[in-house]
């Protein structure tokens, strides 16, 4: 499985961004596919994530009502809106087995795209 993660850029405070996610090879139906971000001098969090043969979601709670994950065929998609400097970062797309916030339980990675929010 691999990952490849883009439409990163940069935007004022307030504006919107949507970054994607495209895999390539087989992604079992059961997988979750996660966003996580990491901003400079800080460890990567988690930010949401969806099941790939649903549409459960779930959000890190700063990211809730501005941000929306959503999938379609093979790509996974987070719009961005709203966006604040706290959301600078270089967003990393995840996929795994589990229903994790945490970084570890995702076996496969994008090589990140990065967002750039001025105030």
């Known amino acids: 499985v691999q990952l490849q993660a883009s439409g990163g850029g940069s935007v004022q405070a307030g504006g919107s961004l949507r970054v994607s996610c495209t895999t390539s090879g087989r992604t079992p139906s059961s997988y979750v596919m996660g966003w996580f971000r990491q901003a400079p001098g800080k460890e990567r969090e988690f930010v949401a994530r969806?099941?790939?043969?649903?549409?459960l979601t779930y959000y890190q709670d700063s990211v809730k009502g501005r941000f929306t994950i959503s999938r379609d065929k093979n790509t996974v998609y987070l719009q961005m809106n709203s966006l604040e400097p706290e959301d600078t970062a270089v967003y990393y797309c995840?996929?795994?087995?589990?229903?994790?916030?945490?970084?570890?339980?995702?076996?496969?990675w994008g090589q990140g795209t990065l967002v750039t929010v001025s105030s």
């Open positions: 969806i099941v790939w043969n649903g549409d």
């Open positions: 995840a996929s795994g087995r589990s229903a994790s916030r945490y970084a570890y339980a995702y076996e496969y």
